[in-house]
Every structure is written in C-alpha cells, then in structure tokens.
Antibody, heavy 117, light 109 residues
C-alpha cells in the first residue's frame, strides 16, 4: 500500500523560500514518478512539477524559474523548494505519484502553507 | 482561467445519471489522454479515470470516462449521496505541463 506524507513549515514569510518534504512508503521509490501539485484555498489544482528517481525533472513553465524538486532515494523522500514566495503561493501543497508523470495515482493528505509576514 | 473548461457546477438526484464535460484544444485533450479526479470535501483528490476511460482498481463501474476530439466527459450513473464532491479533468499540454480543468462541484439533491 503506497502512502505519502508531506511535512514542512505551515507559515513562510514573503520573499523567502517554501520547503516541503514528501515521505514515501509501500514500495521502491524507483517504480514511480513523483510530483507536487498545489491548490489555493477555494480554488482548483495546479501542477508544479515532477521528478524521477534518477533525478530527471520537469516543471510547470509558469513556475520553472522558482521551483526545485529533488529526491533522496536513501530516505524514500522527495522535496520541493519554491523561492521568492508571495501571498499568491498560499495553498495546500500535495505530493503525488504514479507510473506516468502525467497523472497521479497516489496522493498525500496535503500540507497547507500560508505566505504571510 | 484554466486551460481546460468545465462547468462550475452540476447536480442530480439519487439514482440519476450525470455527465460532466471538459473542453480543451488540439494541444492538450486533442493529442493526449484525459484523467479525472474526485475530491471529496476536505480531502485530497483521488484518481477516478485514467487514459480516457480506464478505472483504477476499486473505482465503481458507475463512473465512466470518454473522449472525442478536443473534449472529454465523465459520466456517473446511479448517483449516490457520497458522490457529492468536486471533479477535475486533467491532461498533458504540449506546452510541457500537466493542466487541470477548473473543477465541477457536483451536488446530489
């Protein structure tokens, strides 16, 4: 049974870097593509990007200049860094995974990150 | 403004059949598979349909997906109260991004 769990600060100051980690259990990390998706309060879903266990990444062009996704296969974890955040980055951040980077079979429960001073 | 267009709301009574549409373009739905997600209130989304019309294990056959040209649809038959949720379509866009519809809030009357 694949399980994902996000962790990280719930409050980030404007202009700083948002950092989240997703811990994975239930199988080899190399079997899947790992993604981050976010959802502003009361709004729809936005794909942020993905990473494969080998380190290959791809990011949403609208966020590419600010996003870094990395993987630590020894810890079965992957991480998100989003720099220069503003209030518009306030959202529930989900980690997700699947056999294809284009869809998400597995989801974490989500982590609300608020950008505020 | 979402790349994929969904109606903001839909409704039906128990037992009815409801369909939710998702409209895109040749650069996304027209040339890629469509996926559907169900998001129950206060929870993470759940994969409902993959590759246009395939159901993951555990998803009831009351849910079905279809695609034609640059549009796709999700149909729910035998509507139940527990189907009340937000539904999102998604696909790959040739601009190199996963794109989602704006979501449809389904109300079971």
């Amino acid at each position: 049974q694949v399980q994902l769990q996000e962790s990280g600060p719930g409050l980030v100051k404007p202009s700083e870097t948002l950092s989240l980690t997703c811990s994975f259990s239930g199988g080899p990390i190399s079997s899947y593509y790992w993604s981050w998706i976010r959802q502003p309060p009361g709004k729809g879903l936005e794909w942020i990007g993905y990473i494969y266990y080998s380190g290959i990444t791809d990011y949403n062009p609208s966020l590419k200049s600010r996003v870094t996704i990395s993987v630590d296969t020894s810890k079965n974890q992957f991480s998100l860094k989003l720099s220069s955040v503003t209030a518009a980055d306030t959202a529930v951040y989900y980690c997700g995974g699947g056999y294809d980077f284009k869809f998400f079979q597995y989801w974490g429960q989500g982590s609300l990150v608020t950008v505020s001073s | 403004q979402s790349v994929l267009t969904q109606p903001p709301s839909a409704s039906g009574t128990p037992g009815q059949r409801v369909t939710i549409s998702c409209s895109g373009s040749s650069s996304n739905i027209g040339s890629n598979y469509v996926y559907w997600y169900q998001q129950l209130p206060g929870t993470a989304p759940k994969l409902l349909i993959y590759r246009n019309d395939q159901r993951p294990s555990g998803v009831p056959d009351r849910f079905s997906g279809s695609k034609s040209g640059t549009s796709a649809s999700l149909a729910i038959s035998g509507l139940r109260s527990e189907d009340e949720a937000d539904y999102y379509c998604a696909t790959w866009d040739d601009s190199l991004s996963v794109v989602f519809g704006g979501g449809t809030k389904l109300t079971v009357l």
